[in-house]
């Protein structure tokens, strides 16, 4: 069996390199498939945290960001972690005057990467795998991707494979998924070498020397910590904390609190909401850390940030010369010691919201037989029902989780657990059918092609590929982007790009290219194309 190359269980960061090293001491099918799904899932968050990590040191609050940690941190899925990245990420694109420590990172998302190319086809082959899986055998016939593209569908991908538990996974079926997965997932890691140049390490103690201040400090490269120590001599960084440094050792900006030290242990955010509760996952062991002092993990800007019950627009500067214009909100000072899983993307449920516990609960006839029965309600909208399930989704997994921790015997854990089971069935089917109409209402790639030529419109594909990322996910039914892309979109009209009225109709799900892109120049149809050959194929 392949294993993952030893450059990275050896030289990586930390939590990617213990991942890397399950995977590759794993003895059977079924652990290997797993190991992998944790690596995936590892490499998501941990650049999901540099990029959150930087935005934190910068000090300079955008309430729109500060609402998505808020909302995405409190219960965080694999696609909010997926939607923390892409969209930190996103705001340091858009802002270059706003220094980033590792710019290779930033610009490594609106790369592309074509089957043709030796070096990257693995990748797109992986994507293909991943296109087939969903969309019931249907092959796909994408030639080029971004790493957005790569992550939204890995994040689908996970729905219907590892999130939704082992039992429904035979060692074939984990072979198959494993062996057609790995060289994509390597290529990706590869992609990301430079992160060997950036090395964590954790400051144990600082101390006054001959009149300078000396810090000692831990390295977190590779799948052990090394106890070999390093001093820095330099200008006082908080001790006790994880910080990512430069290829001299040399601390660029503290990781805490999204990642923490405990024992040695590398921990990685778990929840954190609103301040009020966090908890931390062992990259190890897989154990969780509830801090008592909260003071020294909480992150500052949550403390404003009113969470998204509705959807707030992303502020990016206007193209041009109002590029250097500062954020409209004061800076947030960071508190003194600053510093926070799954797949859907959807927000948590608010505390009102029935547990699926709560819905399957025996009635209680006594008092409902004197109680006046309550008005109907309007029938959901399909958006609404979207939502509902996705919050279902959600909750259903927390209190599934819960009630298994009470123990075996508890009948609640068995009930929990059918629930989430039964709603992520549902929703699998809702996705599936979503992808498979899309398959079939779109034009051939053939037709697309003579239509556009490629070499015109990889400049502006690649340059709005984040954007075209957030309509996927509004189009796969996340309600919780519209807001934002219509604030894209007239950001894009200043530009000459009018796509809000043909974006709106591709998220109420039409898919004809040609009603589309009626009355639209040659770069609003290659957008609208590109949408659509991504929604369907």
């Not at 494979?161 to 998924?177: K, N």
């Not at 070499?455 to 309509?471: H, K, P, R, Y």
Request: aromatic share 8%.
């Amino acid at each position: 069996m392949e294993n993952i190359r030893d450059i990275i269980t050896y030289q990586y960061p930390y939590p990617l390199a213990v991942a890397a090293k399950r995977f590759n001491d794993s003895f059977n099918h079924t652990d290997r498939f797993f190991s992998l799904a944790t690596l995936i899932e590892l490499t998501i968050k941990y650049i999901a945290s540099i990029a959150m990590g930087q935005y934190l040191h910068d000090e300079q609050p955008v309430p729109a960001l500060d609402d998505l940690l808020k909302n995405n941190l409190a219960r965080p899925t694999l696609g909010m972690w997926n939607e923390l990245m892409r969209n930190c990420l996103q705001y340091y694109q858009d802002h270059p005057d706003l220094e980033f420590a590792i710019p290779k990172l930033k610009r490594k998302f609106t790369e592309k990467f074509h089957s043709d190319d030796h070096s990257s086809e693995a990748i797109v082959e992986g994507f293909r795998y991943m296109a087939k899986f969903l969309r019931l055998g249907k092959e796909s016939n994408k030639t080029s991707i971004t790493l957005p593209q790569f992550f939204n569908l890995l994040v689908l991908f996970r729905n219907r494979t590892w999130g939704h538990g082992i039992d429904q996974l035979d060692p074939y079926t984990c072979e198959q998924h494993t062996n057609a997965m790995l060289p994509a997932i390597e290529q990706v890691l590869t992609e990301f070498e430079f992160l060997v140049q950036y090395p964590l390490r954790y400051i144990i103690e600082a101390r006054m020397e001959k009149g300078k201040c000396v810090h000692s400090m831990f390295l977190y490269m590779g799948a052990q910590y090394q106890k070999d120590r390093k001093d820095y001599v330099g200008d006082y960084h908080q001790e006790q904390q994880l910080y990512l440094c430069n290829d001299d050792g040399l601390p660029l900006f503290s990781m805490h609190p999204l990642l923490i030290v405990q024992r040695r242990e590398l921990f990685i955010i778990e929840s954190n909401d609103g301040n009020k509760r966090i908890t931390y996952r062992s990259i190890t062991s897989g154990d969780e850390f509830e801090p008592h002092d909260i003071d020294n993990y909480r992150i500052a800007c949550l403390d404003n940030a009113q969470g998204r019950s509705e959807v707030v627009e992303l502020e990016v500067p206007p193209d041009g010369e109002n590029n250097d214009t500062e954020p409209s909100a004061q800076p947030i000072a960071p508190p003194a010691g600053a510093g926070t899983d799954d797949a859907s993307g959807q927000p948590a449920v608010p505390t009102d919201t029935p547990t699926p516990a709560e819905a399957v609960a025996p009635p209680q006839p006594a008092e409902e037989a004197t109680t006046t029965a309550a008005p109907m309600p309007s029938p959901l909208t399909q958006e609404e029902l979207d939502d509902l399930l996705a919050r279902l989704e959600s909750e259903s997994l927390r209190l599934a989780q819960h009630m298994a921790q009470t123990g075996q015997d508890n009948p609640a854990a068995s009930l929990a657990q059918q629930a989430h089971e039964t709603i992520t069935q549902v929703i699998d089917l809702v996705k599936a059918q979503k992808i498979q109409a899309a398959e079939e209402q779109t034009p051939s790639t053939e037709d697309d092609e003579e239509a556009i030529p490629k070499a015109e419109t990889n400049t502006l594909l690649d340059e709005l590929s984040l954007f075209i990322g957030n309509v996927i996910a509004a189009a796969y039914g996340n309600p919780y982007h519209r807001k934002q892309i219509e604030a894209e979109c007239s950001k894009l009209e200043q530009r000459g790009l009018k796509l809000n009225e043909p974006i709106q109709r591709i998220i109420e799900e039409e898919r004809d290219l040609a009603s589309l892109t009626a009355g639209l120049n040659e770069d609003e149809t290659t957008i609208i194309t590109e949408i659509l050959t991504q929604l369907g194929r």
